[in-house]
């Protein structure tokens, strides 16, 4: 049985008590911001920031939304990853420190905007699960430290059945749009929200693809492109021609 | 920005080597022409592009050490996998012809005519990669999240009708080179020349320079139609965030290198510059000039144009 986190942004207060959690466990060094007018902070995720929570302010209330791997079953860094580094066991991804070359492919291809090149381990670099907590028994450090109950970890089919039963009870006061997000995207995600509205009210896209979903189209582009369009002028132009000089060359002699 | 200007210099390098290939090779067989003379300068000249690309690549890595990696793995799904792989198989046939060329300029001809069948079945290899190689350097963009790159299937079209323009501009100017150097007076470049070619006159026909410009012509023509296309086709995407990196180009912060860069340099300058110039003998002085100033515009416009389609994918 696959296990997952849940993460209800109803619960979020936005302490950010698990961004300073997944620091410490993982010995992430701070980052060097500046004040955007904001309480968010860092700006984005990044190969030392493996969480954080982001602010989106509407009239009358915050969104806030706890931003890590989604550890997707159809990881598009996975896919598209040149050497094999980044592996998938059935609930979490792994970039392997000791074989990524650091060529940033799987910082273009997640859909969530998740890995980070870090430039001084010269690695991509992204949330690990807490690999080391969750084999010997103990939750992520996101999840134990989380002091409104907001993120939670456990079976992943528990945590769905628990999602589905808020999103009744948050459809039912108030929030009509309220979305289970990660049930099915992607193949399943790892990392599943109970959202009081859509999806891309809290920077989700509302259905992500796998980054190779349209490999074989765009190789057939670049081959239409070379084979038909390119070779196209120089048959006209060389071949044709020709051709048609050395026809009036004949008539003419 | 995960992928600096390493990147987009090596996209624009090893499109230029791979166009310039397969422009030459198709050239060839259509004029019937078994010399070997432009195919020979393309190959000469893609090898060290692509080497240089290729080292950039490698410098750009976080580990650089580790490249080797790469070749640990063969993954059909992964662009960036099956790309290193074509990239260097590409390389190692070309740098064998060039090896078997230079050879068969020393021997006696019974060799000659073996090494001919060998180069005779390596070169259409390398014309099937050299395919591969120009889409790949599209589809390593393409397939991603980033909608500037992934959320039309028109960049790989893109980037190869650019391959094929710069390719074929690198071979104008190539071989006007190469006639300047044959009908000079320099004996430094003529002893080198002769090195590499063996001989002292590696002269092209005028005609073929004169239809090598009227071919970018036309090349240039799709490129900006698949130009058009990509931006109409980025504005009607569903896929979040394609319209407003549409919008990076047009009118946000890279609209000046786009419209100045891509737009007129790459594209509006070279088509004037050419069409100004249709069906005009090359003997002219200014007629070879102008020529010249279109394949270095179409030139330099590819590397801007790889600039800002990598830097915007990013933002």
Redesign the interface.
């Known amino acids: 049985m696959p296990k997952a986190r849940l993460i209800d942004v109803s619960k979020c207060t936005a302490c950010r008590g698990c961004q300073v959690a997944c620091k410490q466990w993982n010995e992430l060094p701070a980052e060097d911001t500046r004040q955007r007018g904001t309480y968010e902070n860092p700006p984005e995720l990044s190969g030392t920031t493996w969480i954080k929570v982001e602010f989106r302010e509407r009239p009358g209330e915050w969104l806030f939304r706890a931003h890590t791997c989604m550890h997707c079953t159809e990881a598009?860094c996975e896919?598209?990853?040149?050497?094999?580094?980044i592996s998938h066991n059935g609930e979490v991804v792994i970039i392997d420190q000791e074989?990524?070359?650091?060529?940033?492919?799987c910082?273009?291809?997640?859909?969530f905007?998740v890995p980070?090149?870090?430039?001084e381990?010269?690695?991509?670099r992204k949330c690990r699960f807490c690999i080391d907590r969750i084999t010997n028994g103990l939750e992520p450090a996101c999840a134990a430290t989380c002091p409104s109950g907001a993120i939670t970890f456990g079976e992943r089919d528990d945590l769905l059945a628990t999602a589905r039963q808020k999103i009744q009870t948050l459809r039912a006061n108030g929030h009509p749009n309220a979305t289970l997000y990660g049930e099915n995207e992607m193949g399943g995600l790892h990392t599943l929200y109970t959202l009081t509205d859509r999806p891309?009210e809290f920077g989700l896209?509302?259905s992500?693809?796998p980054?190779?979903s349209?490999?074989w189209?765009?190789?057939?582009?670049?081959?239409?492109?070379?084979?038909a369009?390119?070779?196209?002028?120089?048959?006209?132009?060389?071949?044709r021609?020709?051709k048609i000089e050395s026809e009036v060359e004949g008539g003419a002699g | 920005m995960a992928w600096a200007p390493p990147i987009w210099i090596y996209l624009w390098l090893a499109g230029m080597a791979g166009g310039g290939y397969f422009a030459a090779l198709l050239i060839e067989r259509y004029t019937k022409a078994t010399d070997h003379k432009l195919l020979r300068l393309a190959t000469y000249l893609g090898v060290p592009m692509a080497v240089i690309g290729v080292l950039l690549l490698v410098i750009d890595l976080g580990s650089p050490l580790r490249f080797w990696h790469l070749f640990t793995q063969f993954d059909i799904a992964s662009p960036m996998s099956l790309g290193t792989w074509i990239l260097l198989i590409w390389v190692i046939i070309a740098v064998v012809l060039i090896m078997l060329w230079w050879l068969s300029n020393k021997l006696s001809e019974e060799v000659v005519t073996s090494i001919k069948k060998l180069t005779g079945i390596l070169m259409p290899i390398d014309f099937v990669l050299s395919i591969l190689l120009i889409a790949y350097t599209g589809v390593l963009l393409a397939v991603s999240n980033q909608p500037l790159w992934a959320s039309t299937a028109l960049l790989p079209f893109l980037f190869v009708a650019s391959a094929v323009s710069t390719g074929v501009a690198l071979l104008i100017l190539a071989a006007l080179a190469s006639n300047a150097i044959s009908k000079g007076k320099l004996v430094e470049l003529r002893i080198c020349m002769n090195y590499l070619f063996g001989t002292t006159d590696w002269s092209i026909p005028e005609k073929v320079i004169e239809r090598l410009a009227e071919t970018d012509v036309v090349v240039i023509v799709i490129e900006l139609s698949a130009l058009i296309g990509y931006a109409i086709w980025l504005a009607a995407s569903s896929m979040s965030g394609a319209g407003s990196a549409l919008g990076l180009l047009t009118t946000g912060v890279l609209a000046a290198p786009f419209w100045v860069g891509v737009v007129l340099l790459a594209l509006l300058i070279p088509l004037g510059l050419e069409i100004a110039n249709w069906g005009k003998e090359l003997g002219k002085k200014s007629v070879t000039n102008a020529i010249i100033a279109s394949s270095v515009c179409v030139i330099l416009g590819g590397l801007v144009l790889r600039a800002v389609i990598t830097i915007g994918g990013q933002l």
């Open positions: 598009s896919a598209v990853c040149p050497t094999g580094a074989w990524c070359i650091g060529c940033g492919y910082v273009q291809a997640c859909p905007h980070g090149k870090d430039e381990e010269g690695t991509a891309s896209p509302e992500p693809q980054a190779t349209t490999a189209a765009q190789w057939l582009s670049g081959a239409v492109a070379a084979g369009v390119a070779a196209l002028p120089l048959w006209l132009i060389f071949k021609k020709k």
